[in-house]
């Protein structure tokens, strides 16, 4: 089975500033999908970036942009020019291109706070 | 474009009960998906359906069950409910249900608490 590895429980960062969180996923499959969500107070999921496997281009989202290393199975977000909006969870989550199912599996979750 | 709708918004239960969930998706898609969010930790993937039918199903006990309607809204269904059971069940829609349908649009959860 997949699992993802979220080794930060939180971070903080200035406003303005560069912050990076960190994901590893564990997976024998060739083939698959990396999403970064976030989830503010309000509860609801938002996706805030995606990565196909096959891809060798790093992903990048307005002020978002990911580094994956697939040979390191690691899967970064770098948010730059952080805002008091970013505040939230932000979880990295796994999809198996292997299975029929659109399940994804998720990390524990990273809790990102910004300080003005 | 309304986007995936749940309801209840919050729900408090007995242990032993039973509980429905419902969710709408988002209109034109077909794949429903439910996962259960426990405090502190990542949503864990309970179930899928697509165009009715079960595509998937995650390491949950036969006490849970869902089924997808006609019109894709679908139902999560808890019976003899335990206290291990309270968290935020939430219900994300996609496209499709294979490969190709790799966004999913999370609605904004069913806080469900036993007690």
């Known amino acids: 089975a997949q699992t993802v590895t979220q080794s930060q429980p939180e971070m903080s960062v200035q406003e303005a500033e560069t912050v990076t969180l960190s994901c590893t996923y564990d997976t024998s499959e060739s083939d698959y999908y990396l999403f970064w969500y976030k989830q503010p107070p309000s509860r609801q999921m938002i996706l805030v970036i995606r990565?196909?496997?096959?891809?060798?281009q790093n992903a990048t989202e307005n002020r978002f942009s990911v580094n994956f290393q697939k040979a390191a199975k690691s899967f970064s977000l770098k948010i730059s020019d952080s805002q008091l909006g970013d505040a939230a969870m932000y979880f990295c989550?796994?999809?198996?291109?292997?299975?029929?199912?659109?399940?994804?599996?998720f990390g524990t979750g990273t809790r990102l706070t910004v300080i003005p | 474009d309304a986007g995936v709708t749940q309801s209840p918004t919050h729900l408090i239960k007995t242990r032993g009960q039973h509980v429905t969930l419902r969710c709408s998706p988002i209109?034109?898609?077909?794949?429903v998906s439910w996962y259960q969010q426990v405090l502190g930790q990542g949503p864990q993937f309970i179930f899928q359906y697509y165009e009715k039918e079960e595509r998937g199903r995650g390491n949950f006990p036969d006490r849970f069950s869902a089924r997808q309607f006609p019109n894709y809204s679908s139902e999560l269904n808890v019976n003899a409910l335990l206290l291990g059971d309270s968290a935020l069940y939430l219900c994300a829609s996609s496209l499709a249900g294979g490969a190709a349908a790799y966004e999913q649009y999370f609605g904004p959860g069913t806080r469900l608490t036993v007690t």
């Open positions: 989550a796994y999809r198996s291109l292997q299975t029929g199912a659109n399940n994804l599996f």
């Open positions: 990565q196909e496997a096959y891809k060798q």
């Open positions: 209109s034109g898609h077909k794949s």
